[in-house]
């Protein structure tokens, strides 16, 4: 006894579809997954950098407060020492002296300002650059995703349709003869036979 075998071409290339249609679907939820974590990342980084901005800019203030200080206690170290040696406060020459160490003090105080301003503005550009990047590897990533499920559902219509013109319109390529397998079938059986209905 043969056993008719035209039937496993068909099912062999129909799971073949559903393997390619399952396998794109995973592909586009992988690349979503990634695009979601490198948005996530960028997102994190673009955070620590706009909260380190804010730490630059403080810790500038303090380090200008401590050269002002470190300014007027060198101005008053050489007033001291003026009065100490006969010389007065008034004197132009001592003068000059605190004037030009509350101008190094006012001088290193502002610089030290900008940089922190400086750094702070570098650091907030970048966190403004990541949070772009972030955005750009999400919409990449659902672009992505997109195409890998148009061509899952593109593959799937395609393969379909070469089922059905190869199996759907008039059986297995090959043929069977239904007549042979319904007479098979029902060989002894008389009430399948023609003649075993009533004439009218």
Not at 24 to 50: H, P, W
Not at 145 to 158: E, F, N, Q, S
Not at 163 to 181: Q, W
Request: hydrophobic share 40%.
């Amino acid at each position: 006894m043969s056993i008719d075998m035209s039937w496993f071409p068909m099912v062999t290339q129909g799971v073949g579809s559903i393997l390619q249609f399952m396998g794109a679907n995973k592909a586009a939820d992988a690349a979503e997954r990634q695009g979601a974590y490198q948005r996530q990342a960028a997102l994190y980084q673009a955070a620590q950098m706009t909260q380190q901005a804010g730490q630059e800019q403080a810790a500038a203030q303090r380090a200008a407060l401590d050269q002002r200080r470190m300014a007027n206690l060198i101005a008053s170290r050489a007033v001291a020492v003026a009065g100490a040696s006969g010389g007065g406060v008034s004197d132009p020459a001592v003068q000059k002296i605190i004037g030009d160490i509350q101008g190094e003090g006012a001088y290193r105080a502002a610089l030290r300002i900008y940089q922190g301003d400086e750094s702070a503005r570098q650091l907030r550009m970048g966190a403004e650059a990541k949070t772009y990047e972030g955005g750009m590897a999400g919409e990449n990533a659902e672009s992505l995703a997109g195409a890998y499920r148009t061509k899952a559902w593109g593959g799937l219509a395609v393969n379909g349709a070469s089922l059905y013109s190869k199996y759907g319109g008039g059986g297995f390529s090959g043929g069977i003869d239904m007549s042979k397998i319904s007479a098979g079938g029902h060989a002894g059986n008389y009430s399948y036979a023609p003649d075993a209905f009533p004439q009218e």
